[in-house]
């Protein structure tokens, strides 16, 4: 009975505070990790980067509105919004590379009790942090400008989803790939340049000329466009097109997904 | 007495190969030790020291061999490894837009720890380490020193029982690197210590128990006065190459070519004897009992002569004993 009371005196104080759901509570303070040194503290210590994150998704938007005369501002808002969930993932690729070549932080990570998926979730989440700025903007100027029913949101919301869990997917996988810092950025402009300023997801397709336009359908933004497009009411597509867009988006997201979890090692080789 | 046997730290034939090369990074590593104090892993550079420190942190699997750490697979357990271990990588550096408060405290949130017990132990180790002042400072604005503090801060305000440190005063300053020390003897009376460098004064410093490592094979294994033991000689003279000095017949020693110069071991009188006559001769050497620099290098250049299949060597080693 001693020896019982002496082993429980010795358990560390952790254990204490964590009896109720502890592994529940671990990996919400795992995910929060992720969130604060990858979002949070950054836009706290360097408020700077809190004006590039509205800037960047804006200035399509702005330069959209003004060539157009102001007649793509549905397109170019919801263009904002997927540029932003889309950006997600290359920040992702870039932040997860620089954490551990520059900084070997995630080396220490991986010799703790956080497992990988856990990792990259909280990484994923704090891109949404950081992205929430620009969000919140373009949420204002959405609630403006386009003016969507509950439903169409609600598809809206799902097709961002889908957007994000794509971004993040290309985002992890490139990461596994490079090794230092030129690789990383050269990875993270490749990733943006083919998959959202390429792509018609500011404007309507019908604006690309015919040839051109069947490239355009081999970036999974695309799709998201069409459909974010639709649901404004900018667009008007019919149900087999709809169909095939969703169909398209999650079959590149499961396949993106298979291919990092695969291709992803937490503990090296 | 089964709790003191399982606290070790043994290797059994580790052998790792990266991707498609040919060279052993570890070859056939077996080793086991106490896991207590602080155990020096001292080696060239390419030795081999950060991969076996990183197969042991879990973050590298080893192609051949078993490692355990108190009883836990290396390989086959990493998940329950994970709760004991944690380790400063080498150039791990801390991140520059956090202070070393916001650093501590996010570590220990990825291993589990509640955001007030984060902050209350990020906070004590800080104070522990007397960086209780710069604590809310970005860590861009501290010294080099520091920011390693932070570092090992990071590592020692966990529950983890042991701790790798990989290289963690490379770069430093004599002075810091000093203080450094007294810091790591701190730790170690609480947890054991795998520490990795190749600054050999630093083993002699700080070790318990030294590796001595060269091209991925483990060379010796023991404490300070064990590896001195094994070289059978206690003096130490260093002779410049140039003005070429006469190389004395030695009855009792070795004598050993590097870039710096010679390197002669052999015992008192004949040391004293041999400085008599550089000393007339107007050479220039250094007289000194020897150190652990001494045994790596000895150590390492009968493994070169061995790995070469030739009895001399690459550098040109002559003894009396031998050719008598």
């Known amino acids: 009975m001693e020896m019982k009371e002496e082993q429980e005196k010795q358990q560390p104080e952790r254990s204490e505070s964590n009896r109720i759901f502890p592994q529940k509570r671990s990996r919400l303070s795992q995910i929060l990790a992720a969130i604060l040194v990858n979002a949070l503290y950054e836009m706290r210590n360097y408020p700077i980067v809190l004006i590039n994150t509205v800037l960047s998704p804006l200035s399509f938007l702005a330069l959209i509105f003004f060539v157009s005369r102001g007649t793509l501002i549905k397109e170019a808002i919801e263009g904002g919004f997927i540029m932003s969930m889309f950006g997600a993932g290359t920040s992702l690729q870039s932040d997860l590379s620089h954490l551990k070549n520059d900084f070997k932080l995630q080396d220490m990570v991986v010799s703790s009790p956080t497992s990988w998926q856990i990792y990259l979730m909280g990484m994923a989440i704090s891109e949404l942090v950081y992205s929430l700025p620009a969000l919140i903007v373009l949420g204002i100027l959405e609630a403006y400008y386009v003016q969507m029913s509950a439903f169409a949101l609600l598809g809206f919301i799902a097709v961002l989803l889908m957007m994000f869990l794509t971004s993040i997917d290309i985002g992890y996988t490139f990461a596994t790939f490079s090794s230092d810092i030129v690789q990383s950025f050269a990875f993270s402009r490749l990733i943006s340049t083919l998959f959202s300023t390429i792509p018609p997801v500011y404007y309507p397709i019908t604006y690309i000329p015919n040839p051109y336009r069947y490239l355009a359908y081999l970036s999974p933004t695309t799709y998201s466009a069409q459909l974010a497009q639709n649901l404004g009411g900018s667009i008007s597509l019919p149900f087999e097109s709809i169909a095939i867009d969703w169909i398209i988006l999650i079959a590149v997201t499961a396949t993106l997904f298979l291919i990092a979890s695969r291709k992803a090692r937490w503990r090296e080789i | ?324």
Not at chain 2, 27 to 47: E, K, M, W, Y
């Open chain 2, 1 to 324: 007495m089964i709790e003191e046997s399982i606290q070790t730290l043994s290797c059994d034939h580790l052998t790792k190969i990266y991707g498609n090369s040919k060279r052993k990074a570890l070859d056939s590593v077996t080793f086991s030790i106490p896991s207590s104090g602080i155990f020096v892993l001292i080696g060239r550079n390419g030795s081999g020291k950060t991969t076996l420190a990183r197969i042991l942190a879990v973050e590298l699997e080893p192609t051949s061999g078993k490692a355990t750490i108190s009883g836990i697979d290396v390989v086959k357990e990493p998940l329950k490894l994970r709760e004991k271990i944690a380790i400063v990588p080498q150039e791990a550096r801390a991140v520059p837009w956090m202070t070393p408060m916001q650093t501590i405290s996010s570590y220990l949130l990825w291993r589990g720890y509640g955001y007030g017990e984060a902050k209350r132990k990020a906070y004590e180790a800080l104070e522990r380490l007397e960086l209780g002042g710069s604590a809310n400072a970005l860590t861009r604005t501290l010294s080099g020193g520091n920011r390693r503090k932070v570092l090992v801060a990071t590592v020692l305000a966990s529950e983890a029982e042991i701790i790798f440190l990989d290289e963690p005063t490379t770069g430093l300053d004599p002075i810091s690197r000093k203080e450094f020390w007294d810091l790591l003897k701190k730790i170690a009376r609480e947890r054991f210590t795998f520490l990795t460098t190749h600054y050999l004064e630093e083993a002699e410093a700080l070790a318990d128990e030294i590796g001595v490592l060269d091209h991925g094979r483990l060379v010796r294994m023991g404490s300070l006065d064990q590896l001195r033991q094994s070289v059978s000689y206690n003096y130490s003279m260093k002779i410049p190459l140039y003005p070429k000095p006469p190389l004395p017949k030695l009855a009792k020693g070795e004598i050993m070519e590097g870039r710096e110069g010679y390197r002669i071991l052999t015992v008192e009188d004949e040391a004293f004897s041999i400085a008599r006559d550089l000393s007339k001769g107007g050479y220039r050497f250094t007289v000194n009992p020897v150190s652990l620099d001494d045994i790596f290098f000895y150590l390492v250049n009968r493994e070169g002569e061995k790995t070469n299949g030739n009895e001399r060597g690459a550098r040109e080693t002559t003894t009396r004993e031998e050719r008598e």
